[in-house]
């Protein structure tokens, strides 16, 4: 994972129109200095990004947007409607024509993730998704349930049934993070991005026996370093 940040460069046309919802991220810009105009969000665009200004940009113009360390941006076009649910949060972009309707989660899977909206996407045009790692699309079977880190689950269909869930043996079951167990149809996509920090303690030389003890000892991962 990079220790520092990405930049992308988005360029629009002359009769496109793009909404930036992180303007402070924009670090170079060339066109007409009429084809950027900020303006205050909507209070559920507020409380959604934590943000109160969005950028509206006009072509032709182009701008160069840093990301945050470790994340990448996906492009992702939008005909009619789309079935997947994302979190708005990743929402970095999205072009005039596009449509958002929300969906609650339900409560008990909002205390667990802290998430609690949801957002699908229609219309014609664009959006700009930020994603941490590589992304995966895995399809979904009505009855064979597909388990995913519920911190690597990027978008899913909206039929799609999840619950919070474990798997494997006791063992297993104790040393993983919450999954979401799913069953539907359609595809649903998985930012590789998150990590629990083993595997580099691993290859940073942490001896086996030392994690051995943390797993057998009661508290082991506190007092043994």
Known sequence: MPSSGQ???IVLDEAEKLHMLHPGQVI?????SGGRSDRFMDVKGMYRKR??????????CRFIASLPPGFNLMPIPISGGSDLLYDFRHLFYYTDGIKMQ?????FKNMLITRDAIKVKFSGEGEI???????VVEMKLHPTEPLYVDARSLLAYPENAQLK????GNHLASQHMHYQWQMTGNGSV???SGHDSGELEKHLQGDGLFKRVLREVIPFGGIFIK
């Not at 943000?51 to 032709?60: E, M, P, V, W």
């Not at 700009?128 to 590589?134: F, H």
């Not at 919070?164 to 798997?167: C, D, Q, W």
């Open 7 to 9: 930049a992308v460069t």
């Open 102 to 106: 929300t969906r609650l989660l339900q």
């Open 51 to 60: 943000n109160l200004i969005r950028a509206d940009f006009t072509g032709s």
């Open 164 to 167: 919070l869930s474990v798997y």
């Open 189 to 191: 996509l998985i930012q």
């Open 128 to 134: 700009g998704i930020l994603t941490k790692g590589a």
């Open 28 to 32: 170079a810009y060339t066109g007409p």
